[in-house]
């Protein structure tokens, strides 16, 4: 499914975070958005998976605007892993991938075996079937991504969307969350903090400064040695990678015009 | 590549990131793996408030013999005949002592459901029902008619029209306080419903205090602090709707709650409109709270014990927390009722002071095992 941004604006209590972004996904394809901490990225996907409103402008799926569907109908088109993971409660989790199925459902929210169905495959697709009677507070943080990214499967959507999937996660689940996206097939639009992590899982990648797009392109074409310096404050080599050819970059320290 | 160990590989260095993925899924025990399984409990409670509402209708301070008890129940509900000399005895027990053990298990419901909702609305396990101020607002409009006779007019609903329609004045000031441009927010909620509590407790503290009929001075302490003493036929209409249908959405909005509980984006991400759920809940919440307050004043700790015992049983799902904490609530309270009525014979003991003897360490020892946060930012 193909996700169509134009230009969308976004504002939070009265400030205007993101300004007429446009930006397409076709469908299949991971998608990228990287920026400084503050640059909009959050807020621009907030307003993706409908925790706010644009201000101006339209998100599109395969044509049909997303914030004037019903929220259970969006809901079954798109899924997301916001940043946010805290809860007060301790729900198993089994029940918070049973929570993926509420867009399915009416009313009380009464699994059906298909629904469970659904849950124990899509469990077991992120390899935490043996998680599924845990309470979910009390998981690793690698354990409570893969569980978050088999809830939003369970949502059976045609687009994930995916804010900083890899904080807080050591390199190896930082990877093993990048490859189930890609595995899934789905059309991905995720923030990342980590450039060389980008450069490598994106088919694409949006640079995002101050609310706007600056850059957009391949990872290749975007993760320029001036780029980095005039967005991110940074000096950094570009290198190749030995193995796969991507760009990886080297960062030697912040560059001049931010000191 | 060995995949029969379930955390997937690490990805290798020779190319794209591998992952072990089970193709047959194994077959794990959905029907969770709990202390306690919900459908054998919530029949095992429906029998045990049989036994309670039975045993609130036979036990107390005139000694009744349990065959008479049974036989006047029976009269009272299939319209039987009674000897002229057994009409005080007969009165007691159906006009006294039952409705007032189905007042109380009415009333316990309805704390421990409501205690539920204003703890996924607050999305907090520590919260509960009089958090949002609402029953410190009833208890002035109940004041109001005990130490000044106000609304008079009304007769002997001035008491309960007074403290429901108060508790949805208190209600609509603590909204329009906490509301924001994004809607009600769980720490403002808090902070305001506290406020407000001070706000009302002080105005019926002055009540009190310039009332100068001492009687009504006492029963309106008595009233603060809980009581089913007024319980009647009269006052079990009304509440026992309003805990009915509050019990009825909220069991229907059980899906919708386990989201909000998540946070609000993550309700956003799963389709459900988080700020109108939250406003769904304040409303249900002083509603039945009103309702319930407005005859039996303001009993606390239940609302907050009740779904805490519970989640511990079952769990947190919402659709077993509330299946399971209204039965709870409702065997709790007939069973304290009781214990306030007999304990210190003939003298009755406020409700409110026996559950907070059983609350207060309770909550102490819950806080102390619990990190203690509120509310998830403002």
Same mark, same amino acid.
């Given at each position: 499914m193909r996700i169509d941004i134009e230009g969308l604006s976004v504002a939070v209590a009265g400030n205007r *975070?993101?300004?007429?972004i446009t930006l397409r996904a076709d469908s299949g394809r991971l998608i990228g958005l990287v920026g400084p =901490?503050? +640059?909009?990225k959050s807020t621009l996907l907030r307003c993706v998976y409908r925790a706010l409103r644009p201000a101006a402008g339209t998100v599109r799926l395969d044509g049909a605007d997303l914030h004037a569907m019903d929220a259970r109908e969006g809901a079954r088109l798109l899924a997301a892993l916001p940043q946010e993971a805290s809860t007060e409660f301790d729900f198993t989790v089994a029940e918070v991938v049973a929570m993926g199925r509420l867009p399915h459902q009416?009313? +009380?929210?009464?699994?059906s075996a298909a629904d469970t169905e659904v849950c124990t495959r899509m469990l077991a697709r992120v390899g935490?079937? @043996? *998680?599924?009677?845990?309470?979910? *507070?009390? *998981? +690793?943080g690698g354990e409570k991504q893969r569980v978050l990214i088999a809830r939003a499967l369970a949502q059976e959507p045609k687009v994930l969307v995916l804010d900083e999937? #890899? =904080? @807080?996660?050591?390199i190896a689940q930082q990877l093993e969350v990048l490859a189930l996206v890609r595995e899934s097939g789905l059309t991905v639009l995720t923030a990342l903090h980590d450039l060389n992590l980008a450069a490598v899982h994106c088919d694409e990648l949006h640079v995002i400064a101050h609310g706007r797009i600056v850059a957009s392109g391949p990872p290749h074409d975007v993760l320029t040695a001036g780029l980095l310096a005039e967005v991110f404050g940074v000096r950094a080599h570009r290198v190749r990678h030995?193995? #796969?050819?991507a760009p990886q970059l080297l960062f030697d320290r912040l560059s001049p015009s931010a000191s | 590549m060995d995949c029969e160990g379930t955390p997937p590989s690490p990805p290798r260095a020779d190319g794209p990131p591998l992952l072990c993925v089970r193709t047959r899924p194994e077959p794990i025990a959905y029907a969770l793996a709990r202390p306690v399984r919900t459908t054998p409990l919530v029949a095992a409670l429906l029998l045990a408030l049989l036994g309670s509402l039975l045993c609130g209708t036979g036990? !107390? %301070?005139? !000694?009744? /013999?349990w065959p008479q008890v049974l036989r006047y129940l029976g009269a009272g509900l299939t319209g039987g005949t009674i000897g002229p000399d057994e009409v005080s005895a007969y009165t007691i027990v159906w006009e006294l002592r039952f409705p007032r053990a189905l007042l109380a298990a009415v009333v316990g419901a309805g704390l421990s459901a409501i205690g539920v909702a204003v703890q996924a609305l607050v999305r907090n396990?520590? %919260?509960?029902?009089f958090v949002l101020g609402i029953s410190s607002g009833a208890a002035v409009g109940a004041n109001a008619v005990l130490?000044?006779?106000?609304?008079?007019?009304? /007769?002997? $609903?001035a008491l309960s029209v007074s403290a429901f329609v108060s508790a949805l004045i208190a209600m609509a000031l603590v909204y329009a306080a906490a509301r924001t441009a994004h809607g009600l927010t769980p720490l403002r909620l808090v902070l305001t419903g506290t406020a407000m509590y001070y706000g009302f407790s002080a105005v019926t503290t002055l009540m009190v205090f310039t009332a100068d009929r001492g009687e009504a001075a006492r029963s309106a302490m008595m009233w603060l602090l809980g009581s089913?003493? !007024?319980? !009647? $036929?009269?006052?079990l209409p009304i509440a026992a709707a309003a805990v009915t249908a509050a019990l009825a959405h909220l069991l229907l909005s059980a899906g919708r709650l386990n989201a909000l509980a998540m946070g609000d984006e993550t309700a956003a991400a799963l389709g459900v409109d988080a700020g109108r759920l939250r406003r769904e809940l304040f409303v249900v919440a002083a509603a039945v709270t009103g309702a319930v307050v407005a005859v039996?004043?303001?009993? /606390?700790?239940v609302g907050l014990m009740v779904p805490h015992v519970t989640r511990m049983l079952v769990g947190a799902g919402h659709r077993r927390v509330l299946a399971v904490a209204p039965l709870l609530g409702a065997v709790l309270l007939v069973w304290v009722d009781l214990l306030s009525r007999v304990l210190l014979a003939p003298v009755e003991l406020p409700v409110g002071v026996l559950t907070a003897v059983i609350g207060v360490p309770c909550f102490v020892l819950l806080m102390r095992r619990r990190g203690y946060t509120f509310g998830g930012g403002a």
């Open positions: *975070l993101v300004h007429d =901490n503050g +640059s909009g009416r009313g +009380s929210g009464r699994a935490a079937a @043996h *998680l599924a009677d845990r309470g979910f *507070l009390a *998981l +690793s999937p #890899t =904080n @807080h996660l050591d030995p193995e #796969t050819g | 036990l !107390g %301070a005139a !000694g009744i /013999g396990a520590l %919260a509960d029902p130490l000044f006779g106000a609304l008079g007019a009304l /007769g002997v $609903w089913l003493s !007024g319980a !009647g $036929w009269g006052s039996s004043g303001a009993i /606390g700790f």
